[in-house]
């Protein structure tokens, strides 16, 4: 899947998935922060988006990050390539990890890799 057709208040957007640089989950909503735009609110949860975009990493119950705009990580926080920083609970640490690694050999392979 290369772009997302997203409703935006009453106008349908299609946006890059390479584009998006994390979604944010609060509630029956999402708030995906987009590189370059304004965040845009929509009314899903994050996890029908955690479905929808299976190469994106759960840091926390209300973070999904793309890992193409990871530039560095602790144990508690991920910068991303907008400079922005994401808790990233203890429980989704260990998991985050190992996708990570899974994640890092097609990303080099990737011809929209960083």
């Given at each position: 899947?290369?772009?997302?057709?997203?409703?935006?208040k009453?106008?349908?957007?299609?946006?890059?998935?390479?584009?998006?640089?994390?979604?944010?989950g609060n509630g029956n909503?999402?708030?995906?922060?987009?590189?370059?735009?304004?965040?845009i609110?929509?009314?899903?949860?994050l996890?029908?988006?955690?479905d929808k975009?299976?190469?994106?990493?759960?840091?926390?119950?209300?973070?999904?990050?793309?890992?193409?705009?990871?530039?560095?990580?602790?144990?508690?926080?991920?910068?991303l390539?907008?400079?922005?920083?994401?808790?990233?609970?203890r429980?989704?640490?260990r998991?985050?990890?190992?996708?990570l690694?899974?994640?890092?050999?097609?990303?080099?392979?990737?011809p929209?890799?960083?």
């Amino acid at each position: 899947m290369e772009t997302l057709s997203i409703l935006d208040k009453s106008k349908r957007q299609r946006v890059p998935v390479k584009d998006i640089l994390c979604l944010e989950g609060n509630g029956n909503y999402t708030i995906i922060h987009i590189q370059g735009r304004k965040p845009i609110l929509v009314s899903l949860t994050l996890k029908h988006w955690e479905d929808k975009l299976p190469g994106f990493l759960r840091i926390h119950k209300m973070s999904l990050i793309n890992p193409r705009h990871l530039i560095n990580f602790s144990a508690t926080h991920i910068v991303l390539s907008n400079g922005s920083l994401w808790a990233m609970s203890r429980r989704k640490a260990r998991v985050f990890r190992s996708q990570l690694n899974q994640y890092l050999p097609s990303l080099e392979h990737s011809p929209n890799a960083h």
